[in-house]
């Protein structure tokens, strides 16, 4: 797998992943919403630490910063 996920990227999706953590946890948001919201949030947090987003290389877009030698 190659990298398709920048720094900003990664982050973002972390801190979306703890505020909804937060939310459904303190019970702001729960049920079925909830429970969709926490297992995306999972996702968020499994691809930053991957550094890969599969739904990125199916339409092609990549926010990982191009090294130059």
Do not use: E, H, Q
Not at 9 to 15: E, F, N
Not at 27 to 55: E, Q, R
């Amino acid at each position: 797998m190659k990298k398709n996920m920048g720094n900003t990227d990664k982050i973002v999706r972390i801190l979306i992943a703890v505020i909804v953590g937060i939310l459904y946890f303190t019970n702001v948001i729960s049920g079925t919403l909830g429970i969709v919201l926490l297992a995306l949030s999972v996702i968020f947090v499994v691809t930053s630490l991957i550094s890969f987003c599969p739904i990125y290389s199916i339409f092609g877009l990549n926010t990982c910063p191009i090294k130059n030698k």
